[in-house]
């Protein structure tokens, strides 16, 4: 076998593995996957939409392009970061990929997002439906997003081997990022004095594609949108690449 | 019966001058008192943690062909795990290099779990998954291992409920299922209880016979003495000894009685 097809088989059993554990203890089981996002998605809903009118069309579709990818980013990231240093012992006891046990934890997440996202999406769709071509290109997006979410979790998880105040940055950013980062409102409702955070900030970035297909289908936008994101994921894959190979040998002495 | 994968009598293993070095962090006193002290001797390493490169092993060099069942020896931190997790390729030498051929196990633990809340029999598949990847029949050498533990009903229970010697009755029974090219064993005969250790010790012998080049890594001469055909000892990083059995042994309990 060679060692790409060794790579891809531990990485799906452990993906199977990880998905059957998660909620082996819980009597609800698979419904907390959807519980916490159709939770948040209704509240939010009911919020921006009633209490605090934002105003914009089709406000439920909107909703759902930001806010389930903004789940999936927070929950992978916040998940991600102690995976390492979690995982030290098995790491330590016998020669496997570390990266497994990263992209294992990564797809097992990614799973859960599909579902949720499915299950909220055949509504609301129903409901106020979008671009069907916007629907069908719809894989590239979330494709994109996965690649950067590793690529940063990835980053995140080394540098938490060596700085153990990583996850409490990492939890701390992601709440105030939620708030800064056009989630729940649209870009422009951001004054233009102000529109340089949404600039540097490489999330929403990450979140536009998602928001270009599903909301607002244009296919310049769309493919604009795409092409920085795969740029960002990129960098975050080729940062995190880099800094694995700098410091491997101290990964595994320090986890 | 000797294991068969690879037929030609070339090295399975060769170590040239291997070295590894790791940058070590020391932690300071944190009383305010020593804090004023080394501010007012050093203003500037207030700022710093103090660094120090620590040399693990140093120009280990070591060729090893199919039959070659190697005892590694030293004293507690003289890089004998160090080394065999470099040629297990966890670790990448700092100079030096480590070529291996054929299939290659190694296990420096015999209490894992992947997953607590999974069963003892869930674990055992995905072990099996990460140790025998080119096995092709992964369920029956899983189903043989379960058997062989004498966990019986408790095979699926969760591993959380397990106890440490339970931990170690599955690991050993998986780990001990199928010979290779190069076995690397770090302590492997601590941990399970002493009825089940007899029985579990013919089994890895049984791989062990069966696999190409075996490290062993032990303290006991006893076990040595039992698996090994040739004895390496390490001291401080170095090699210190490679040879014949009984001198090895000989040579690592006079270092060890110097040391005392």
Redesign the interface.
């Given at each position: 076998?060679t060692s790409r097809r060794?790579f891809v088989?531990?990485v799906r059993?452990?993906t199977a593995?990880?998905l059957?554990?998660?909620y082996?203890?819980t009597i609800a089981g698979f419904l907390w996957v959807v519980f916490n996002p159709l939770v948040m998605y209704g509240v939010q809903s009911l919020v921006f939409k009633h209490f605090l009118r934002l105003g914009v069309p089709n406000y439920g579709l909107f909703l759902l392009s930001g806010l389930l990818p903004w789940i999936f980013i927070s929950q992978t990231l916040e998940m991600c970061t102690s995976l390492l240093v979690v995982s030290g012992?098995?790491i330590?006891?016998?020669?496997?990929n570390p990266l497994v046990y990263l992209v294992a934890q990564v797809a097992d997440n990614t799973i859960n997002f599909l579902a949720a996202f499915t299950i909220v999406l055949i509504p609301v769709w129903s409901h106020s439906p979008g671009s069907a071509i916007g629907l069908l290109v719809l894989p590239l997006p979330l494709l994109v997003l996965t690649a950067a979410v590793f690529g940063l979790a990835w980053l995140l998880a080394t540098l938490q081997v060596f700085f153990r105040d990583t996850r409490y940055i990492v939890s701390f950013a992601l709440s105030i990022a939620f708030f800064i980062t056009p989630v729940f409102y649209p870009v422009d409702m951001v004054p233009e004095k102000y529109g340089w955070i949404t600039i540097i900030n490489p999330l929403r970035w990450l979140l536009e594609p998602f928001r270009c297909s599903l909301y607002a289908f244009e296919p310049a936008a769309f493919i604009r949108s795409l092409a920085i994101a795969a740029a960002i994921a990129a960098i975050f894959i080729g940062l995190a690449a880099f800094f694995w190979r700098a410091s491997?040998?101290?990964v595994?002495?320090n986890v | 019966m000797p294991y068969t994968l690879m037929s030609d009598a070339g090295p399975v293993l060769v170590l040239d001058k291997v070295n590894l070095t790791f940058k070590t962090d020391y932690y300071r006193s944190g009383s305010f008192r020593d804090s004023f002290t080394r501010l007012v001797k050093d203003p500037l390493s207030v700022l710093s943690t103090p660094r120090d490169r620590l040399h693990v092993t140093r120009n280990v060099s070591l060729s090893a062909k199919i039959g070659e069942r190697i005892g590694i020896m030293g004293l507690n931190g003289s890089g004998k795990t160090t080394l065999c997790r470099c040629i297990a390729g966890m670790y990448l030498p700092t100079t030096g290099s480590v070529e291996r051929r054929g299939i290659m196990r190694a296990i420096f633990d015999t209490s894992i779990g992947i997953h607590a809340e999974l069963t003892g029999r869930e674990n055992a598949r995905l072990l099996a998954e990460f140790m025998y990847p080119e096995v092709e029949d992964k369920h029956s050498l899983v189903e043989d291992a379960l058997t062989f533990s004498g966990l019986g009903r408790f095979v699926d229970v969760p591993y959380r409920n397990y106890s440490n010697g339970m931990q170690a009755r599955l690991c050993l029974s998986i780990i001990s299922a199928c010979p290779c090219d190069l076995l690397i064993l770090d302590e492997v005969f601590d941990g399970a209880d002493s009825h089940f250790r007899e029985k579990v010790t013919a089994r890895i012998l049984n791989v062990i016979r069966g696999s190409g080049v075996v490290l062993f890594v032990s303290h006991s001469p006893e076990q040595v003495r039992l698996v090994c055909n040739r004895v390496l000892v390490l001291d401080k990083g170095e090699k210190a000894f490679d040879g014949p059995v009984e001198e090895g042994i000989a040579f690592y309990e006079r270092l060890a009685t110097t040391q005392e």
């Open positions: 076998m060794v088989a531990q059993a452990t593995a990880n059957k554990s998660r082996r203890q012992k098995l330590k006891s016998f020669p496997v491997r040998n101290a595994y002495l | -």
